[in-house]
């Protein structure tokens, strides 16, 4: 006897039907059509679409703060996202208070650990490189192992003030003594420092997150031509997350890079509160529609938000439908519309003419019913 049985699925990989059974936290089989189940609960999708569980690799959702800050399940299963990512709302001194609060989640919640010990607490908190302490850093990911799943380093001017990349070589120090392959995700912004050196320091597997925004410290040269450092970036295998956040993605920046082959690996919001209930990020659903209007199929942004979000942060039992896997899933119909206004960061518009609805979602077994 099983505990879910989830029936007459679509899967966004092939448009084929799909099956899903659950006991306790974990898949344990998947088909088109599984034969003999006995569930405790059957749920008939009914033709609906059925993927892993979205994840978010990049929100803020530390509710203590004042700057940045969110109810995880407000940005999480609400959503259709059943794994959020904090991006480094906190520090050593505060993600122990942050891990506590989270136990109470519906989603799961992960998070970044700031480079700086405070975290978010005011927006130039790499502006005093005094807050850049070995020993709290490493003692947290100690403690907190199973949640602490990368570094984050925020590397513009109105964080790090006067001190340029010496942060990212703090943490690229660090990332090194964890092992090398500890996740890290560098932001990007207003300059100092420059993008040229920010990208400098970078390896392959490291996280460029806000890639895609307009500002004139972006990827783009004068003439309006991905710049060529950031093209050898990619190539060696820097990984391009979106982050599209408020200020952090720019429909004609993005054109032209994906125009140049620089596509996206993954797909985030850097969504919290303001940019959540006033836009322009307004959910993960939205944020995927505006990929769907530059030509991605439904796989490809489901992917960028389920395999590839799992791999930048060795999550290897999510992201994928895979007996074995946690029991993370997203239920969703695509909507075809008129008119589907979509905004980036600068207030530019585009019309899309399809529409993600999240109906349902599954969070390590047990599932949650969506409301409009």
Same mark, same amino acid.
Do not use: W
């Given at each position: 006897m099983i505990d879910l049985y989830l029936k007459n699925g679509i899967s966004v990989e092939d448009q084929s039907p799909l099956e899903v059974a659950i006991l306790g936290s974990k898949i344990i089989a998947v088909g088109h059509h599984l034969e003999g189940i006995e569930a405790k609960k059957s749920v008939d999708l009914q033709g609906k679409y059925l993927s892993a569980g979205w994840i978010d690799d990049?929100?803020?959702?530390?509710?203590?703060?004042?700057?940045?800050?969110?109810?995880?399940?407000?940005?999480?299963?609400?959503?259709?996202?059943?794994?959020?990512?904090?991006?480094?709302?906190? +520090?050593?001194?505060?993600?122990?208070?942050?891990?506590?609060?989270?136990? @109470?989640? *519906?989603?799961n919640v992960l998070a970044m650990i700031n480079i700086g010990r405070t975290g978010i607490l005011a927006?130039?908190?790499?502006?005093?490189?005094?807050?850049?302490?070995?020993?709290?850093?490493?003692?947290?990911?100690?403690?907190?192992?199973?949640?602490?799943? +990368?570094?984050?380093?925020?590397?513009?001017?109105?964080?790090?003030?006067? @001190?340029? *990349?010496?942060?990212l070589k703090k943490a690229k120090q660090y990332q090194k003594e964890l092992g090398g392959n500890f996740p890290l995700m560098v932001h990007v912004g207003a300059n100092p420092p420059a993008l040229r050196d920010v990208l400098?320091?970078?390896?392959?597997?490291?996280i460029l997150t806000h890639g895609y925004n307009g500002k004139p410290n972006g990827i783009l040269d004068k003439a309006g031509n991905i710049q060529q450092f950031v093209i050898e970036a990619y190539r060696r295998g820097v990984v391009f997350d979106v982050g599209h956040g408020t200020d952090s993605f720019n429909f004609h920046t993005f054109e032209i890079a994906n125009q140049a082959g620089l596509i996206p690996f993954s797909i985030s919001t850097d969504i919290y509160n303001k940019n959540r209930l006033n836009g322009p990020v307004y959910n993960m659903?939205?944020?995927?529609?505006?990929?769907?209007?530059?030509?991605?199929?439904?796989?490809d942004v489901v992917e960028k938000v389920t395999i590839a979000p799992a791999a930048n942060f060795n999550l290897v039992n999510k992201g994928q439908i895979?007996?074995?896997?946690?029991?993370?899933?997203?239920?969703?119909?695509l909507v075809h519309h008129e008119d589907v206004m979509l905004t980036d960061s600068n207030k530019h518009h585009k019309?899309?003419?399809?529409?993600?609805?999240?109906?349902?979602?599954?969070?390590?077994?047990?599932?949650?019913?969506?409301?409009?």
């Open positions: 990049h929100v803020h959702c530390y509710q203590n703060l004042t700057l940045y800050y969110d109810d995880p399940d407000e940005d999480g299963y609400k959503t259709g996202v059943t794994t959020v990512i904090d991006a480094g709302s906190t +520090g050593a001194d505060n993600i122990g208070a942050f891990y506590d609060i989270t136990r @109470n989640k *519906i989603t927006q130039n908190e790499l502006g005093d490189l005094s807050t850049v302490e070995r020993k709290p850093l490493m003692k947290a990911i100690e403690n907190y192992s199973s949640f602490i799943v +990368g570094i984050k380093v925020r590397e513009s001017q109105s964080v790090v003030i006067d @001190n340029d *990349i010496e942060p400098a320091l970078m390896d392959d597997n490291d659903a939205t944020t995927l529609e505006k990929f769907l209007t530059f030509g991605y199929s439904l796989k895979r007996p074995g896997y946690d029991a993370d899933l997203t239920v969703f119909e019309v899309g003419k399809q529409k993600i609805c999240p109906k349902m979602v599954v969070v390590m077994g047990k599932e949650y019913e969506i409301g409009e």
